[in-house]
């Protein structure tokens, strides 16, 4: 039955995302992007509100990519960045904890189930330029195990994470592999720093040569995994979008031009009308295709065209957000560049962070 | 708990709906080259078949609600191109239902009411209405003056509901009038010539000297009356993702033919142009989809919401134009031709960013609330 009502769960999950979002998020992330890392307070405010945790518990709450989603969307609006660094390693979480067998979820998910901040990621972006495969990291059979080869790109905090789901091409089609971040064979590359979410150090992992037994592929094939980066790559930007929104808006209206304000020229006004249909659309198509992971079925379809609208919507709004400053809106003393670049860098994330 | 999915009733509605589109299909050009026939009431392949609305009425307490179903149902009527079964759907009998007192909902409730607002000076800025009632006190009637245009139902309907400004002695203002086909000094103009939904009755109408008693005042609180727009706007919104959808199937349809398939796992690097674009189409009508469901489910739950239905109206108002444009671009010459429907959901849907108020008017309706602005103050 067609409804848009949040369950109590829910609204109270939402609630506390966006008091971290207000209290603590938004007033670190320039100082966050600016040292290319987070203060270790922060990340453990926001692994506070137990996302990972419960993920890892085994003891799904109702609806459970709905509430990740919710919650993953409320801190984004206070700085996309943070959560992102808590929708990867629960994109990593959610997948053992879902996909995985009984005796992978019990030698993975016991870590993320306590107090203190651990990292975990889905390494799925190819790692170079464009290319006529999708996919070259590849895991050929060997004796009773897997070889992989290849190379990972842009992997959240790689170099904190114990653990990572590279995802590689088999000739059964996709399949993900867990593999320890101490696994021979796998490196860790220098980062290199980032256009956007710059607190995040997203690295390269390379892959030679590694070895790995049947025991660490997951089952099944990786098409859940990706429906739900999906979903949380349309919940950053959706957090995001609302964001630039709500910090243009009064602007346009004491800023005078003209003898005017801002807000009453019609250009301006249809701008920020066109983003505020921008995210409410974004923020119920993330949230339908949500509902679909959670019931099981097929999310591909509306996960793919959450993301995909969310994408150039999400961009459009960080863009015209900057554009209504003006000048200002390229100064480094507004959030509005750091915002611009952070969504641009989330158009291209796809398979590194989950719900 | 938040959900996106039918009910089994549901999808017992809308996928009869659906069929009986499929059999209007065969009726879609009827009316391309004879605009002054009207619509049937009813199609002879609905006989034996059951009314869609009539079993959303018998078993609405297990469907996902009324309005969301009766929005669902345009969506699934305009995949045909005509209905089947004509649903009237008039603003004059949401305005008699909203602002007339008991005795006049009483006598018409069972009519057709044409709602009469735009004059040839415009249509956006009821304000600048020009048509009169002035009060004859030495018969006690309202005299009506003044010419309508662009009409929906201005030849089948019973009546017109008549926006006008008062010229009375102690009132002053904009009111609605009932105003009876029959009535001396009402005439009916010719059936207008227009590029789309030719099977849609539209004319104009002129009031000269039309007398009526007071008992023809619908004398309800104006600003409520002109929010009832807030309801259908989402249905227009609606029929365009009915419009569009027939002709993305189609569309899609002639590009599996020639080897293209929507994927929705590739990259941008990996997908053809035409399969590229045809992915946009799909992200903007699912959101203008999700955004016609939200603003019938606040209806539903708090009455119409006026900023989700005009989110509703400009999303479904772009959405016609967009994809019927891009569909015929990537369709190539064979599109253009009458032999097949999309030149002429082409035509069709381009009104849907007009009527029932244009896409920049939802925007400024949304713009004036967002940015707490009087129509003064940004107009």
């Known amino acids: ?355 | 708990m938040i959900d996106f999915a039918f009910t089994e009733r549901d999808k017992e509605i809308l996928d009869e709906a659906r069929a009986q589109a499929r059999l209007a299909a065969r009726y879609a050009r009827d009316f391309e080259r004879d605009e002054d026939r009207m619509l049937p009431h009813v199609y002879p392949e609905a006989e034996g078949r059951p009314d869609p609305r009539a079993m959303l009425r018998a078993h609405v307490e297990e469907t996902s609600g009324a309005k969301i179903l009766n929005a669902l149902l345009y969506l699934e009527e305009w995949r045909g191109g005509v209905p089947l079964r004509e649903c009237r759907y008039s603003l004059g009998n949401t305005v008699l239902a909203i602002a007339g007192t008991p005795e006049q909902q009483a006598r018409w409730n069972d009519k057709t009411i044409a709602i009469a607002l735009t004059e040839p000076i415009g249509g956006s800025d009821p304000a600048a209405t020009r048509t009169t009632a002035t009060w004859d006190p030495s018969t006690q009637e309202w005299v009506i003056d003044g010419e309508k245009i662009f009409i929906t139902y201005a030849q089948s309907c019973d009546a017109a509901l008549v926006l006008a400004r008062m010229i009375h002695p102690e009132r002053r203002g904009l009111s609605t009038f009932m105003v009876e086909k029959g009535t001396l000094g009402f005439t009916v103009g010719r059936q207008y010539r227009k590029m789309g939904i030719r099977f849609e009755d539209t004319a104009g109408l002129v009031f000269s000297g039309c007398r009526l008693s007071e008992s023809h005042h619908i004398d309800g609180d104006l600003k409520k009356t002109l929010q009832s727009f807030s309801e259908s706007r989402p249905v227009v919104a609606a029929y365009a993702l009915g419009v569009t959808r027939a002709v993305m199937d189609f569309a899609w349809a002639r590009l599996a033919e020639a080897g293209v398939t929507p994927d929705y796992d590739a990259g941008p690097t990996h997908l053809t142009a035409a399969a590229d674009r045809m992915l946009t189409l799909e992200a903007e009508w699912e959101a203008t989809y999700v955004t016609v469901l939200r603003a019938k489910w606040v209806e539903q739950n708090e009455g119409p919401g006026k900023i989700d239905s005009s989110v509703a109206k400009a999303m479904g108002g772009a959405l016609a134009r967009k994809v019927t444009q891009t569909c015929l671009e990537i369709l190539g010459a064979a599109g253009l031709s009458e032999a097949h429907l999309p030149e002429k959901a082409f035509r069709d849907a381009r009104i849907f960013d007009i009527y029932e108020g244009t896409g920049e008017i939802q925007r400024l309706i949304i713009a004036r609330d967002i940015l707490g602005l009087s129509p003064k103050e940004l107009n």
């Open chain 1, 1 to 355: 039955m067609i409804s848009f009502a949040l369950t109590e769960d829910q609204t109270i999950a939402q609630h506390a995302a966006a008091a971290l979002a207000q209290a603590h998020a938004r007033p670190a992330a320039r100082a966050a992007d600016e040292a290319s890392a987070f203060p270790a307070s922060l990340i453990e405010r926001a692994w506070a509100l137990g996302l990972v945790q419960t993920a890892a518990s085994g003891d799904a709450p109702e609806q459970p990519s709905v509430l990740n989603a919710i919650v993953i969307e409320e801190v984004a609006y206070g700085d996309a960045t943070l959560a992102a660094a808590l929708a990867a390693p629960l994109g990593f979480v959610r997948a053992i904890a879902e996909s995985g067998s009984p005796a992978q979820r019990r030698r993975h998910l016991h870590a993320f189930a306590g107090d203190a901040p651990r990292f975990a990621a889905i390494a799925h972006v190819e790692s170079g330029w464009p290319h006529k495969n999708n996919q070259r990291t590849r895991a050929r059979r060997a004796g009773s195990g897997w070889r992989l080869d290849g190379a990972k790109a842009s992997v959240p905090l790689a170099a904190r994470c114990e653990t990572f789901l590279v995802t590689a091409e088999t000739d059964a089609g996709a399949r993900a592999f867990i593999i320890p971040a101490a696994a021979r064979g796998l490196a860790v590359a220098q980062p290199r720093g980032s256009l956007g979410l710059r607190a995040l150090q997203m690295a390269d992992v390379v892959l030679e040569d590694v070895s790995v037994s049947d025991e660490d592929i997951l089952p099944g094939n990786v098409r859940r995994i990706l429906d739900s980066g999906r979903v949380a790559i349309s919940a950053l930007l959706s957090g995001l979008a609302r964001c630039v929104y709500d910090y243009a808006l009064p602007y346009t209206k004491q800023r005078v031009v003209h003898g005017e304000a801002l807000a009453r020229k019609q250009a301006v006004a249809f701008k920020l009308t066109d983003m505020h249909i921008a995210t409410q659309a974004m923020r119920w198509m993330m949230l339908r295709a949500a509902c679909e992971l959670d019931a099981g079925a097929s999310a591909t379809r509306s996960a793919s065209l959450a993301r995909r609208y969310a994408a150039e919507h999400g961009l459009r709004t960080a863009d015209e957000g900057l554009q209504l400053f003006g000048g200002h809106g390229f100064m480094c003393v507004m959030p509005l560049e750091m915002w611009y670049r952070n969504a641009q860098s989330l158009c291209v994330l796809d398979g590194s962070f989950g719900v």
